[in-house]
Each structure stands twice: as C-alpha cells, then as structure tokens.
C-alpha cells in the first residue's frame, strides 16, 4: 500500500468525514491506555499526541516511515515493520496494544491477534478498529477482508478471553453525508454492468478505486462544502455494537494471572 493512497487517512478536507471518526477512536483509546501501550499502525502519526500524555512508553509502528516525521514526544518510539509478527517486541512486555483501521489489510489476521495476545501482559487490553462490511458502500481493493460484528467477535474471541463488543454511530448531520454519498457511490457503481468490482483480483482494482475514491470525495466536498466541513468528532460516538456502526470498535482482555 502507498502511502499516497486515497485509503490512508488525511487531513484534506474531503476526508474530513473519515478523520473524525478515526480521531475518536484515539481519544476513546486515550482514556483507557496507561504505561507501555504499542500501536501498530501509525499512518500520518495524528493519533500520536492523543495517546503520548497518557503512556509512560509509547512503541508505535508502521510499514512506511512517513508518521515517524511526527514524533517529538520523549516517551514515544517508533519502529519500521510489516505485521506480522511483531519482530522484536517480547512475549507479555506491553500493557496496552491500539491498532485502528489496520487489520482489515491483513491477510494472517488470525496471526496477527494471536501475536497481539503474545505481547500483552496478563490483564492487558487490545483497543481495535475496523469498518463493518454491513455498512460499506462498495468494495475496497485495499481491503484483504472486512468483518460483520459477529464475524469480528469470532476471530478475537479465538484468542482472548474477554471482548467488549461496541462500534461507532454518527449523528444525523453524520448520517446526511453517508446517504449523499451512498447516492455518489451508487451512480458510479451502476457502470459496472459486469460487476468487475467483485470479479477481478484486488490489485487491478486499487489504483482506479483510489481515483474514483478521490473524485467523489472531492465532489462531495464542492456540492456540500458546509456539511462536509462541518462534521466534527463529537458527531460520532461510541456505543454497543449494532448493524449500523461505521466501525466495530472492540476491547479484547487477556486474563490477569490475579
């Protein structure tokens, strides 16, 4: 995945929409985290002065080196990796673990979470995000897979003892946007007479999804520049998991030896 991609998460203002809702999932996060909290999946760094103040060591890592640009926090460290495994980070050495919009890129995410178990202490926490595919508008190349709720709760529950399922609601100047978008999203699709979107392989597909994925956001923006800009992260929040949260936002416990 390029780090110029549509799919990672800017401040433009046609992503606005996006940005919020992955804004609160670091500051949910920021209240729950303490001492060694790993993230995987830095991105452009935004969520690192979110979570920096609340750690006593902050390890955040990435496959590209373009968050690191970010850090100017003392506690905070950040390592340049492909996940997984979690080259270099020992067996129960963290106390929290965050991974945002991260493990849907994954291929061997059943790995991937038991590599999160490995790490964490007893008694530690992996905050996780995802979007739910109940709610998704079309396919995303980008994306190995996608999870419904119940789907999601499986494959974290096959390694962790406790999940406390929830997801992120938007409000009704939240829900204006996706149905205008749905519309955009849909009038583009209706050309796919051959539904190619699901017929060929995901890596045909990325590099038109982001050029599509850009115009109808900047569009968007033009037609609604009010609503668009408007959306602020108090828009969303979190609640107990339904079909209609945009992202499944789960916290999986590993058992305290207590």
């Known amino acids: 995945m390029s780090t110029a991609t549509a799919e990672r998460v800017s401040v433009e203002a046609s992503d606005n929409y996006v940005f919020q ?3 609160l999932a670091y500051h949910t996060a920021a209240e729950m985290v303490s001492g060694t909290v790993l993230e995987i999946g830095t991105g452009s760094g935004y969520g690192i002065d979110v979570i920096a103040p ?5 390890i955040t890592i990435d ?5 690191a640009a970010n850090i ?3 506690n905070v460290e950040f390592r340049q990796m492909t996940v997984p495994p979690l080259s270099g980070v020992l067996d129960q050495s963290v106390d929290f673990v965050i991974s945002f919009q991260v493990i849907e890129h994954i291929k061997e995410d059943v790995d991937f979470v038991r590599e999160v178990y490995r790490v964490l202490r007893p008694g530690g926490r992996f905050i ?3 979007p739910n595919r109940l709610m998704s508008l079309t396919r995303n190349p980008w994306h190995v897979r996608e999870y419904t709720p119940e789907e999601f709760g499986y494959l974290l529950k096959s390694c962790f003892e406790r999940v406390d399922e929830m997801g992120v609601v938007g409000n009704d100047k939240v829900m204006e946007y996706y149905e205008k978008n749905r519309k955009s999203v849909a009038r583009i699709a209706r050309w796919d007479v051959l539904d190619l979107q699901h017929r060929l392989p995901r890596w045909m597909l990325q590099l038109p999804y982001d050029i599509l994925n850009r115009i109808n956001r900047r569009r968007l923006l033009k037609a609604n520049t009010e609503l668009t800009c408007g959306i602020k992260m108090t828009d969303y929040s979190v609640v107990g998991v339904t079909d209609q949260c945009f992202d499944l936002f789960y916290v999986a416990q590993k058992q305290s030896n207590e």
């Open 72 to 74: 100017a926090q003392s």
């Open 54 to 58: 609340n750690a006593t060591r902050f």
């Open 21 to 23: 809702r992955s804004l």
């Open 63 to 67: 496959k590209f080196e373009g968050g």
């Open 128 to 130: 996780v995000s995802t």
